[in-house]
């Protein structure tokens, strides 16, 4: 497949069109940012963990019928994707008070939440990526209520997969975003990514952060905790065969 014009280039990824108008070319960066770009770094082949750790998750998530975009790995740092329609609209789901919510609620970090809990935010750098409400959603027509439904449903969906398959890596899986588009049929497709950087994670028995937590909070240890997590990710899927 040629590889042609660059489409766009973010904080952890370039993507570049292809002689194929549905296919774009996903390639992932060692570049790190935070707190809405204003702490810059780099992580040492973080780009290649994401990379693979990502295809991975996209592929087991495929074989519970969640569409992705995920079409094949085709370098260290690079996979092809469906070119999508992005919806402007991150999605959040939590199962531990982390983050951001230890500001908006009177939970503390590590409470387990009775039920996951899904949240909204603006795709838009230049405000902050704030957080919006269903209602908002739909008055801004970022979507259709029936959309928002689908990717509602979607979102809780990978969760109840994802948290079992960390479970089985002595992994809690805290919180994580996901982003959404459409293909050329009008389907209602997971992007994007899942990977370290888009995700918490939490050793389940000593509760060390294996995620880019490390990297806003000076943790330490950055790299070799994103290895850790793509050799947990490969080394239970060749215990469980076993």
């Known amino acids: 497949m040629e590889t042609r014009n660059k489409l766009y280039e973010g904080k952890a990824k370039i993507l570049f ?55 094949d790995v085709v370098s260290d740092t690079e996979m092809t994707v469906v070119k999508l329609e992005m919806i402007p609209i991150e999605v ?20 387990v939440l009775p039920v996951p809990l899904l949240e909204f935010f603006l795709k838009d750098d230049d ?25 509602s449903r979607l979102a809780l969906k990978t969760n109840a997969v994802l948290k079992s398959f960390w479970q089985r890596r002595n992994i809690k899986l805290v919180d994580f975003k996901l982003e959404f588009g459409k293909n050329h049929e009008g389907k209602i ?43 947990r990710v490969f080394m239970e899927d060749h215990l469980e065969t076993e």
Not at 34 to 60: C, D
Not at 98 to 105: E, F, V
Not at 212 to 231: C, H, N, P, S
Request: aromatic letters at 8%; one cysteine or more.
């Open 189 to 231: 497709v997971l992007g994007d990514e899942i990977s370290p950087d888009t995700c918490r994670f939490w050793d389940a028995t000593t509760d060390e952060k294996m995620d880019k937590d490390r990297f806003r909070q000076d943790l330490g240890q950055v790299e070799e905790t994103y290895e850790a997590i793509r050799r």
């Open 17 to 71: 069109e292809t002689d194929d108008p549905n296919v774009i070319l996903q390639r992932f960066k060692d570049d790190a940012t935070a707190f809405n770009g204003k702490k810059r770094g780099t992580i040492a082949n973080k780009g290649y963990v994401n990379n693979q750790v990502s295809a991975h998750l996209y592929r087991y998530l495929s074989s519970y019928f969640i569409p992705t975009h995920f079409l």
């Open 92 to 111: 959040v789901v939590r199962n531990i008070a982390a983050g951001s919510l230890l500001k908006r609620s009177d939970h503390k970090e590590g409470d």
């Open 127 to 151: 405000k902050g990526d704030p957080q919006i409400s269903r209602e908002g959603i739909l008055e801004q027509e970022l979507c259709t209520a029936e959309d928002l439904e689908i990717l």
